[in-house]
């Protein structure tokens, strides 16, 4: 079933799928289709999460080399910004239906996020651990990541139209290093009274 939703999606973008369609690309009724999704849009959700969730999952396994949490958290990163907007369900989304993130960009964070969101406190957390990420509340820097890459995702084309696509990217990457990169704090010159 869900192949066929990405099947349509992919032909005539979210909008315009109905569950006629999916019915037909799967070849069963619709009646069928009613006892796994609500209607049209959460079967496209479904669809999203799936995706969206093994592109994930790949950047986690091609990150999964070992070494320090930051580096490891920096890889997932870059591996989810070079494959997110080249993903054919994320450009045709891009292209025809954008408006369908915006809820998720503006209102209230979906599956996907709340997935990325683990995955990313874990990672910190790790860096706390292993003294590669800097001491602070891992679910803020989760947070911060998380918005700050997915606001690269959604505006990659302009980006790449005006200072290309790697230079932003590793603008990004180097932004994030900085922003979590644990850093000996400078000993503070002690005051003698009196002086």
Same mark, same amino acid.
């Given at each position: ?13 979210? &909008? ?25 849009? #959460?079967?496209?959700?479904? %669809? %999203? ?42 450009? &045709? ?11 998720? %960009? ?53 980006? #790449? ?14 932004? %994030? ?19």
């Amino acid at each position: 079933m869900l192949d066929a939703t990405y099947e349509v999606v992919l032909g005539v973008g979210v &909008k315009r799928t109905t569950f006629a369609d999916i019915a037909r690309a799967a070849d069963m009724s619709r009646a069928t289709l009613y006892t796994h999704f609500d209607d049209v849009g #959460d079967a496209v959700a479904s %669809l %999203l999460t799936r995706e969206l969730v093994g592109v994930l999952s790949a950047a986690l396994q091609a990150a999964d080399g070992g070494g320090a949490a930051l580096d490891r958290l920096l890889a997932t990163v870059e591996t989810g910004l070079r494959a997110l907007p080249e993903h054919p369900l994320v450009r &045709k989304v891009l292209d025809v239906d954008p408006h369908v993130l915006l809820p998720y %960009l503006v209102d209230r964070f979906g599956v996907v996020q709340r997935t990325a969101l683990q995955v990313l406190e874990g990672l910190v957390v790790e860096g706390q651990d292993d003294g590669s990420i800097r001491d602070a509340d891992p679910t803020v820097l989760a947070h911060v990541v998380l918005v700050t890459v997915q606001s690269f995702l959604v505006s990659h084309r302009i980006t #790449d139209r005006e200072v290309g696509e790697e230079p932003a990217r590793d603008a990004v990457l180097a932004l %994030l290093r900085g922003g979590l990169t644990a850093t000996p704090v400078a000993a503070t010159p002690r005051v003698e009274a009196g002086a």
